[in-house]
Each structure stands twice: as C-alpha cells, then as structure tokens.
T-cell receptor, first 111, second 111 residues
Framework: QKEVEQNSGPLSVPEGAIASLNCTYS??????FFWYRQYSGKSPELIMS????GDKEDGRFTAQLNKASQYVSLLIRDSQPSDSATYLC???????????FGQGTELSVKP | KAGVTQTPRYLIKTRGQQVTLSCSPI?????VSWYQQTPGQGLQFLFE???????NKGNFPGRFSGRQFSNSRSEMNVSTLELGDSALYLC??????????FGPGTRLTVT
C-alpha cells in the first residue's frame, strides 16, 4: 500500500464547475496535510495547508480533513482554465520537514 | 520577501561524475528539505537540514549527501552519477516543519 494515494486522473471538469480531488494516507500519526499545485515544467506551489479535522476555506479552495478515515480532499469552486495543473497531496508523518507526496492528480478545466 | 532560489537551473553531466546543487531558503527559514522528482517515482524526499544538522533522511543511497551552512543555505551532492539520477531536484524551505515553499528546481540530465 502506498503511503499517500491519489487518483491519477486526468480529471476533466467544465469551466465554472466544482473540481473535487481526493487523497488517502496510511500513517495514522500524521498531523500536517498540504495541497500543492504544479504546472507543467514548474515547481510545486503551496495552495492549502490543513491540520485539524473539518474544512478550511481560502478563496475558491476548500480543504477537508478526516483523520479517522485518513482522508484529505481539495475542492476547487468555479474552476477556471488556469486551474489546469497537477495537484499534489502531501503528508507530514510527524518527522520534522519530511513530506510524503502522492503521485498527483492531473486536472483539466475545459472552457 | 524573496523566494527560494536554486542554482544552477540546468545541468548536464556524464555518468561517474559528481554534482553539487545549491539552495538558498527564504529569509528567516531554518529548515531546508530536498526532493527528487521523476516521472516514474514522483516526488521523493531526500533529506532535511535544520540548523546545520540533518534531521531526516529518505531512502536514497549514500551517494546522495547534503549539508547546511550557518546562513541556512544548503547544498546537496551526488557522487558517481548514474543515468537514473536524471531528475528535477527541488529544495523547499520552511520556518520549522510546517508549510514548505519550493524553489524552481535544478534539472539534472546524466548522459
């Protein structure tokens, strides 16, 4: 079992729709969870962090965390073509600055 | 505030050679983590330095090493390069163990 799993996609949504990205992790001791966006040829860009169960909203982005189910998700409302990128889920297994990444979900937003 | 910088941005090396990559973190950030990104394996953690000490290490051979200086700048070294070392090498800085911000990366090609 991979430590952090994401649907590889590609996930295709129409412009203006809600994109839902999911991630599961195996280490129950994990405390910190992050979503990164990576455009082709660029480095990952941090878009959300979440540490407590529940929802965290930032603009069009909402991160959801359920530690009991070991599940993290990212919702993107009013998706725009500029949101087309690979979204990486990252988990800190309570080991200092070590992040474990999922394989990423490729999102395509069609005009 | 200036972001994370990495030098060089591109490198071409021959098998058997060694290479040194450099990373300057965001001002005030004391933790620097290094990652390798390849199409097949995704983003994998190499090691983390905090206050000039290696705090965490990933599952990479001893050919991969690093260090951190008193100004928090970090270098990683790969000795006896192999074709499989061709990758994007990313460093990320953080205040401690929370949000990590990535540099643009160094694209290493081993021929």
């Amino acid at each position: 079992q991979k430590e952090v799993e994401q649907n590889s996609g590609p996930l295709s949504v129409p412009e203006g729709a809600i994109a839902s990205l999911n991630c599961t992790y195996s280490d129950r001791g994990s405390q910190s969870f992050f979503w990164y966006r990576q455009y082709s040829g660029k480095s990952p860009e941090l878009i959300m962090s979440i540490y407590s169960n529940g929802d965290k909203e930032d603009g069009r982005f909402t991160a959801q965390l359920n530690k009991a189910s070991q599940y993290v998700s990212l919702l993107i409302r009013d998706s725009q073509p500029s949101d087309s990128a690979t979204y990486l889920c990252a988990v800190n297994p309570n080991q200092g600055g070590k992040l474990i990444f999922g394989q990423g979900t490729e999102l395509s937003v069609k005009p | 505030k200036a972001g994370v910088t990495q030098t060089p941005r591109y490198l071409i090396k021959t098998r058997g050679q060694q290479v040194t990559l450099s990373c300057s973190p965001i001002s005030g950030h004391r933790s620097v983590s290094w990652y390798q990104q390849t199409p097949g394996q995704g983003l994998q953690f190499l090691f983390e330095y905090f206050s000039e000490t290696q705090r965490n290490k990933g599952n990479f051979p001893g050919r991969f090493s690093g260090r951190q200086f008193s100004n928090s700048r970090s270098e990683m070294n790969v000795s006896t390069l192999e074709l499989g070392d061709s990758a994007l090498y990313l460093c990320a800085s953080s205040v401690s163990q929370y949000e990590q911000y990535f540099g643009p990366g160094t694209r290493l090609t081993v021929t």
